[in-house]
């Protein structure tokens, strides 16, 4: 952050933000559920506030011409709150990794080694569109110790600030520094590069959303950043699969939730069961509403398949599309998901055991499947509860970061009076 901006109203909240992350690392467990159960509380009471004020973005959006399925994102109902306060209690109810022992042991010299976790201090958190990560992120946040600094996009800036201003109440009242969930000032990009370049201020950055949002972010940053990356995913149908498996993963994969980061992008199958697996998919797909964009087998199997080029290949559809090709073997398809996969999450169907492992080992992604959706790389579906994001990156943090995740380490060394030689 440079010496102008020192000043700004963003490095004045960054500041805030680490006097009270400073003040809630050392609390209790029991403070800090006090606090979530205090916010689960208060969303409920406070619906009426909070619709009205998604309301206006909502109206906003429309008159804007924003497209239905992000103004559905947008939309805060009576029943979504409550559902967000259901989540918020959920997270009281995982175990704490705050104090944690990573490892410990006695020396050779007598001095005790324990490695423990600890909050990471002030996170920031930059986001599109789903006023639901404010109270998420703030929920998990406050539950691993840390402050948070909320970035949303202008979209829902009347959402995010009254939910904010209720999860802040909530936190004073439990005897928390309100300070420790905090709206990040402007809706400009101004107040996003100043988060970014809070070096010193901020201890990490987390941006969830589309690729030129993570771009942007890791690019632009001086601040750590734990990168959440877009989901082009892949399903392999192997020459040994069960085509009935493979049809129902590949159409759960590709249709259950299109708009999600680990739904199948691309279908690859292998050339020995393509005659018998095409036409079998292509109905199954046509029937939950997808488009196929395929090679030149694909659109021998079928008039309604759309050619693919490049670009399909590495597109994150976010939509009922699907890539498709057809490949000579489980080395071909590996070859064609390292070159144009974005490291999230890989599935292979067979029956053949040394195809699977070889498919685990030879593809480098955050998850691998075998014989299962690729809408299982999930937080909650792993059974962590909860996340804050999907890392497809390799340092710190890959896959579902759950609170862990939010977690650094430090050591701490009791000795009896010890002295170094």
């Given at each position: 952050?440079?010496?102008?901006?020192?000043?700004?109203?963003?490095?004045?909240?960054?500041?805030r933000?680490?006097?009270?992350?400073?003040?809630?690392?050392?609390?209790?467990?029991?403070?800090?559920?006090?606090?979530?159960?205090?916010?689960?509380?208060?969303?409920?009471?406070?619906?009426?506030?909070?619709?009205?004020?998604?309301?206006?973005?909502?109206?906003?959006?429309?008159a804007?011409?924003?497209?239905?399925?992000?103004?559905?994102?947008?939309?805060?109902?009576?029943?979504?709150v409550?559902?967000?306060a259901?989540?918020?209690?959920?997270?009281?109810?995982?175990?704490?990794?705050?104090?944690?022992v990573?490892?410990?042991?006695?020396?050779?010299?007598?001095?005790e080694?324990?490695?423990?976790?600890?909050?990471?201090?002030?996170?920031?958190?930059?986001?599109?569109?789903?006023?639901?990560?404010?109270?998420?992120?703030?929920?998990?946040?406050?539950?691993?110790?840390?402050?948070?600094?909320?970035?949303?996009?202008?979209?829902?800036?009347?959402?995010?600030?009254?939910?904010?201003?209720?999860?802040?109440?909530?936190?004073?009242?439990?005897?928390?520094?309100?300070?420790?969930?905090?709206?990040?000032?402007?809706?400009?990009?101004?107040?996003?590069?100043?988060?970014?370049?809070?070096?010193?201020?901020?201890?990490?950055?987390?941006?969830?959303?589309?690729?030129?949002?993570?771009?942007?972010?890791?690019?632009?940053?001086?601040?750590?950043?734990?990168?959440?990356?877009?989901?082009?995913?892949?399903v392999?149908?192997?020459?040994?699969?069960?085509?009935?498996?493979?049809?129902?993963?590949?159409?759960?994969?590709?249709?259950?939730?299109?708009?999600?980061?680990n739904?199948?992008?691309?279908?690859?199958?292998h050339?020995a069961?393509?005659?018998e697996?095409?036409?079998r998919?292509?109905?199954?797909?046509?029937?939950?509403?997808?488009?196929?964009?395929g090679?030149?087998?694909?659109?021998?199997?079928?008039?309604?398949?759309?050619?693919?080029?490049?670009?399909?290949?590495?597109?994150e559809?976010?939509?009922?599309?699907?890539?498709?090709?057809?490949?000579?073997?489980?080395?071909?398809?590996?070859?064609?998901?390292?070159?144009?996969?974005?490291?999230?999450?890989e599935?292979?169907?067979?029956?053949?055991?040394a195809?699977a492992?070889?498919?685990?080992?030879?593809?480098?992604?955050?998850?691998?499947?075998?014989?299962?959706?690729?809408?299982?790389?999930?937080?909650g579906?792993?059974?962590?509860?909860?996340?804050?994001?999907?890392?497809?990156?390799k340092?710190?943090?890959?896959?579902?970061?759950?609170?862990?995740?939010?977690?650094?380490?430090?050591?701490?060394v009791?000795?009896?009076?010890?002295?170094?030689?």
């Amino acid at each position: 952050m440079t010496s102008a901006t020192q000043n700004s109203p963003v490095a004045q909240t960054a500041l805030r933000a680490r006097e009270a992350a400073a003040l809630l690392a050392p609390q209790p467990r029991t403070a800090r559920d006090g606090a979530l159960l205090a916010i689960a509380d208060a969303l409920v009471a406070r619906t009426p506030e909070i619709t009205a004020a998604n309301a206006e973005d909502i109206a906003r959006a429309r008159a804007a011409g924003t497209d239905d399925s992000i103004v559905d994102r947008l939309t805060l109902t009576e029943e979504r709150v409550a559902a967000i306060a259901a989540d918020v209690r959920r997270v009281v109810g995982l175990p704490d990794p705050v104090g944690e022992v990573v490892r410990g042991s006695t020396l050779a010299n007598g001095l005790e080694l324990r490695q423990i976790r600890v909050p990471f201090g002030v996170v920031g958190i930059i986001y599109e569109a789903r006023p639901n990560v404010t109270v998420d992120a703030a929920a998990l946040c406050l539950k691993s110790g840390n402050a948070v600094l909320l970035r949303g996009s202008s979209s829902a800036y009347a959402s995010n600030a009254a939910l904010v201003a209720v999860v802040r109440d909530a936190v004073a009242s439990a005897g928390l520094p309100a300070d420790a969930v905090q709206l990040v000032p402007g809706e400009g990009r101004e107040s996003v590069h100043e988060l970014m370049t809070a070096r010193g201020l901020v201890d990490v950055l987390i941006p969830r959303g589309g690729a030129s949002l993570i771009k942007t972010v890791v690019e632009g940053s001086t601040v750590p950043v734990i990168e959440t990356g877009t989901g082009n995913c892949h399903v392999y149908v192997d020459e040994a699969a069960d085509l009935d498996m493979a049809v129902e993963i590949l159409v759960n994969s590709k249709a259950h939730r299109p708009s999600v980061c680990n739904a199948a992008e691309t279908v690859l199958v292998h050339r020995a069961v393509a005659a018998e697996f095409l036409p079998r998919a292509l109905s199954a797909l046509a029937d939950a509403g997808v488009t196929v964009h395929g090679d030149e087998e694909w659109q021998q199997a079928s008039g309604s398949v759309v050619p693919a080029g490049e670009d399909d290949w590495a597109t994150e559809y976010l939509s009922f599309d699907l890539a498709a090709a057809v490949v000579p073997d489980l080395d071909a398809a590996v070859a064609h998901i390292r070159r144009w996969s974005s490291g999230h999450t890989e599935a292979i169907v067979t029956r053949d055991t040394a195809a699977a492992r070889r498919f685990v080992a030879l593809v480098d992604s955050t998850a691998v499947m075998v014989n299962a959706s690729t809408r299982f790389t999930d937080g909650g579906e792993f059974g962590f509860g909860a996340e804050i994001g999907i890392s497809t990156q390799k340092l710190h943090a890959r896959g579902p970061m759950g609170l862990p995740e939010l977690t650094s380490t430090k050591y701490v060394v009791t000795g009896d009076g010890h002295v170094r030689p």
